[in-house]
């Protein structure tokens, strides 16, 4: 039973460029959240999808957006690029409704330079 | 608004010694807590976590966490570590709304466990 998968690994941009991270959640999750982690800090909750909508968000610019497929995949996209957007990218699923039990990826560590 | 606060940022231990990680947390409604560990260049993995009933909760890895309401704290112990268990660890909670909710968590700064030989 595969975890959740993120690509790519690892990535380095430019200043002002643009990203896509991809995410496929744990088989039989229908929900995926992604978070920021910087470095030497604890992960930053973004926003989570659920049946295609965002949910929920939390305290970051509209340049961080995302999207999820019918078949529960997920990317987020990250537009005009800051030095402080470097940072590991976590993607996390879970199944609506069940008691809480998030299981991560081992991220995307995202350089800009 | 939640907030948590591990009151630790490094925690150096030897081998096969007792640890206590501490963690604290504000809350203004019923949350759930959780305990993850960080391996280098790795996500997050669930040691355990609180949602109801005994206060005491047992983990994986021989990890413990006891939760106390009144003082709103949910350390994190283990009574003789290994070499292995050198990681990051992260206090989290999230609230008992329900549905969609329970994908928002609250992390901590971590509390960076070393542990020597």
Redesign the interface.
């Known amino acids: 039973d595969a975890g959740v998968t993120q690509s790519p690994t690892h990535l380095i941009k430019t200043r002002g460029q643009q990203v896509t991270l991809r995410c496929s959640p744990k088989s039989g999750h229908d929900t995926v959240s992604w978070y920021q982690q910087a470095l030497g800090q604890g992960p930053q909750f973004i926003f989570q999808y659920y049946e295609e909508e965002e949910r929920q968000r939390g305290n970051f610019p509209d340049r961080f957006s995302g999207h999820q497929f019918p078949n529960y995949s997920s990317e987020l996209n990250v537009n005009a690029l800051l030095l402080g957007d470097s940072a590991l990218y976590l993607c996390a699923s879970s199944q609506v409704g069940q008691p809480p039990s998030l299981h991560f990826g081992n991220g995307t560590r995202l350089t800009v330079t | 608004a939640q907030s ?1 606060t591990q009151l630790d940022s490094q925690v150096p231990v030897f081998e096969e010694a007792p640890v206590e990680l501490r963690c604290n947390y504000s809350s203004s409604v019923s949350v ?1 807590l ?1 305990w ?1 560990v960080q391996y280098p ?6 040691l355990l ?1 609180y ?1 109801s009933g005994s206060t005491l909760v047992k983990g994986i890895n021989g990890f413990e966490a006891e939760f106390n309401k009144s003082q709103t704290s949910f350390h994190l112990r283990k009574p003789s570590v290994h070499i292995s268990d050198t990681a990051e660890y ?1 206090c ?1 909670v ?1 609230d008992r709304t ?13 509390t960076i466990l070393t542990v020597h030989p």
């Open positions: 948590v759930y959780f993850y260049n790795q996500g997050l993995q669930l976590k949602l992260f989290a999230s329900g549905g969609t909710s329970y994908g928002k968590l609250t992390f901590g700064q971590g």
